[in-house]
């Protein structure tokens, strides 16, 4: 009779641990789907920030001594990045430059538009920098009464990857990922 039980106990773990694989399976297909489907909607990547004066004569500008030449009158521009995170990005600054024709930032790496609460227009001075606009990346031309901010992007697969392993559902997805695979290697060793 005991053999009997022992029997049926290891098959009734058996079957267990044959559920178990099917299920962690599936997590697993599900999390590497889920990947994919949310690193492509999040692929489209902010890699450059032009701002134009739309009032050049409106700049503001530093007060004029009569020592220093008018170039050093000229505003000094930042641009920072503000991330859901709430982490920034500091693009740097154009020291005595007029933006009426243009002045551009590069990103160093693509940031997902997504992860992405606004683009700030800074004029930078010694004691007090201010800001001059705060624009959200809704479109790839954004205008203001006394600014426009071109935005260029391009389509990622790595940063929609990064920008998806940065939200709380990526690390979720990961974890679900890492906690199938260590079973059913666990599976695997085991049985």
Not at 31 to 48: D, E, K, N
Not at 86 to 113: C, F
Not at 118 to 139: G, I, N, W
Request: proline letters at 4%; glycine letters at 4%.
């Amino acid at each position: 009779m005991t053999e009997r039980t022992d029997e049926k106990s290891v098959a009734d773990q058996s079957d267990l641990w044959k559920i178990m694989r099917s299920i962690c399976s599936v997590v697993i297909l599900l999390s590497v789907l889920g990947c994919i489907i949310v690193a492509y909607q999040q692929s489209v990547g902010l890699t450059a920030v032009t701002v134009t004066s739309l009032n050049p004569e409106n700049e503001p500008r530093d007060p004029g001594l009569p020592l220093l030449d008018q170039k050093h009158t000229l505003p000094d521009y930042a641009v920072r990045i503000q991330l859901t995170s709430g982490r920034k990005i500091d693009l740097g600054s154009k020291p005595n430059t007029s933006a009426a024709e243009g002045l551009t930032w590069q990103l160093n790496e693509a940031v997902a538009v997504s992860s992405i609460t606004s683009v700030v227009l800074r004029e930078q001075d010694q004691v007090v920098s201010d800001t001059l606009e705060e624009v959200q990346v809704t479109a790839d031309l954004v205008r203001t009464d006394s600014w426009q901010f071109q935005f260029q992007t391009q389509k990622s697969f790595a940063t929609g990857l990064r920008a998806f392993f940065g939200t709380p559902i990526g690390l979720a997805i990961c974890a679900a990922f890492f906690v199938a695979a260590f079973l059913m290697a666990l599976d695997f060793f085991l049985l």
